[in-house]
């Protein structure tokens, strides 16, 4: 390991050590959980250690001197976000009342999620687990999880981004070369985008996402974090596609591109490319001065790269006004989410019958203390969806969800006839409308597409795109076609490659 530098280091980078014989995996892994001990409790990303990380590098290692080809990912260490059920480890979704050494109940599940079985069957080392606020209940922290807040890696005063707070933090500070995130409402995007990461939401149900605790069964997805696009790429590679364990992944069948996600990363994809830009048809709502200029950049060097651009493709086709906020004075459009209470039944059954919880209403009673729905509860909001409290009095019966297809058609149909009509390629925003606001004093990420592609369940890749004067990062959204992955990854590929904005963060010391 002397001669390796594990900050930054890249899947590309770990293959080629262990090819020349310069590290085996058993000795990358220490040295990552070394640097862990070292980092982790000041930045606090990470909430349970695997114990058998150095035993599941050994085993990788044997494989390999034994002449067995292995994938880009194997002996490679990687985290995993908490909610993701882990077999040996407690489901806590960050909240005290589901972690028995807080005073709740142990979530114990008697198998692996898909997407951590497929991490595994892929010769992975899963160093652990990630933090994450309650219920994973917001885009912007997790200050309130049963194990702290979670801190920014580029800068500990700034909001981290959520709920995939712990996993974006672990991979920008090189304490994991990658990790999985999950979104309902900007949970991979906007903690990528608060910490120069790159971060692949994926199109609704090319991921399987069984096993991992639900907010919307219509909504969730499973997608990597990783520092730059081919990490991502070759990630998304393992995670997607059909799994019997989630029948909704058949719709991913014939998805997938030959060869992979990374097969077609070119530094000429921007080339030729129509790009939509940002504007009030999409979303009403004014960038801020400095992430104006930010993006002013950004749309020269996509110029520079060939691309032509369209300003505000979606003016006037009534594409904004089908957002609803679900809280006054608020962004987020929370509709989807009704089906929580059948969703959790069904994630509770799945787990096993050893499991503490094996009933949502088991689930209502231990955690009545901190009633999530009630007026105080971090999901406070939900009894105002359509169909939620209908839902709440009967929740094993599957909910009615037709107004809720009607909206995901609706985007769909409008998204598709802007496309056609433009003839765009792809849309390329910042992530955010202004910079990161503080880690603690209540402000909240203002990201640009969450809400609008998580009902509409279209695909997105965040990559970096510069810093803030304060440091903040910035980033841009690549969004596209349903099943549009290797397009998106593609264009972010040649942004990253030409533009190399990325830069390794100063980690303070504890």
Not at 159 to 173: D, H, R
Not at 258 to 275: D, K, P, Q, T, V
């Amino acid at each position: 390991m002397d001669d390796i530098d594990i900050v930054e280091l890249t899947l590309d980078g770990a293959q080629q050590a262990f090819a020349g014989g310069r590290t085996t995996s058993e000795a990358l892994t220490q040295a990552f959980l070394d640097r862990i001990a070292l980092y982790n409790p000041h930045y606090n990303a990470i909430i349970f250690l695997n114990p058998d990380a150095l035993e599941d590098a050994r085993a990788i290692d044997r494989r390999r001197s034994a002449g067995e080809a292995l994938g880009p990912l194997a002996g490679v260490p990687v985290v995993v976000k908490d909610p993701m059920d882990m077999v040996g480890f407690p489901t806590t979704a960050g909240w005290s009342l589901l972690h028995g050494r807080t005073g709740g109940v142990d979530l114990m599940p008697g198998t692996d999620a898909p997407v951590v079985a497929r991490l595994r069957a892929a010769g992975a080392v899963i160093l652990g687990k990630t933090n994450v606020p309650v219920l994973s209940h917001t885009g912007s922290h997790a200050n309130d999880s049963w194990a702290g807040p979670t801190y920014n890696a580029a800068g500990r005063q700034f909001l981290p981004g959520g709920s995939s707070a712990g996993t974006a933090c672990a991979v920008a500070s090189s304490m994991a070369v990658l990790g999985l995130a999950e979104e309902t409402g900007g949970s991979i995007q906007n903690p990528a985008s608060a910490q120069a990461l790159v971060g692949i939401k994926p199109s609704f149900a090319l991921v399987p996402n069984a096993g991992v605790m639900p907010l919307s069964g219509l909504r969730d997805v499973v997608g990597p974090i990783a520092r730059c696009v081919r990490d991502a790429a070759l990630t998304l590679d393992v995670l997607a596609g059909y799994c019997g364990e989630d029948p909704k992944t058949v719709a991913a069948i014939g998805k997938i591109p030959r060869g992979g996600y990374a097969a077609n990363l070119s530094r000429e994809a921007l080339r030729g490319r129509r790009i939509g830009l940002y504007g009030p048809g999409w979303r009403d709502l004014p960038l801020s001065v400095e992430t104006e200029a930010l993006y002013s950049c950004a749309q020269d060097e996509l110029r520079a790269r060939g691309a032509e651009l369209v300003a505000d493709p979606f003016l006037g086709s009534g594409f904004a006004a089908l957002r609803q906020p679900t809280v006054p004075d608020a962004e987020f459009d929370a509709r989807g989410l009704e089906s929580m209470p059948y969703d959790m039944q069904k994630y509770l059954e799945r787990m096993g019958p050893d499991t503490a919880l094996q009933s949502f209403e088991a689930f209502a009673a231990a955690t009545a203390a901190q009633d999530p729905f009630g007026p105080s509860g971090v999901l406070g909001f939900m009894p105002r969806l359509p169909d939620f409290v209908a839902c709440l009095a009967a929740p094993r019966r599957a909910p009615d969800m037709a107004a809720f297809i009607a909206l995901r058609e609706a985007y769909l149909a409008l998204f598709d006839a802007v496309f056609a009509r433009e003839r765009l390629d792809v849309l390329v925003f910042p992530q955010m409308r202004e910079e990161l606001a503080p880690l603690h004093g209540g402000g909240r990420i203002h990201e640009t597409v969450v809400s609008e592609i998580n009902i509409a369940g279209l695909p997105a890749v965040t990559v970096p795109a510069g810093y803030h004067g304060s440091g903040a990062p910035f980033g841009l959204v690549f969004v596209g076609r349903m099943w549009s992955e290797a397009d998106l990854l593609a264009c972010a590929y040649d942004y990253e490659a030409s533009t190399a904005h990325r830069r390794a963060p100063e980690l303070e010391m504890p």
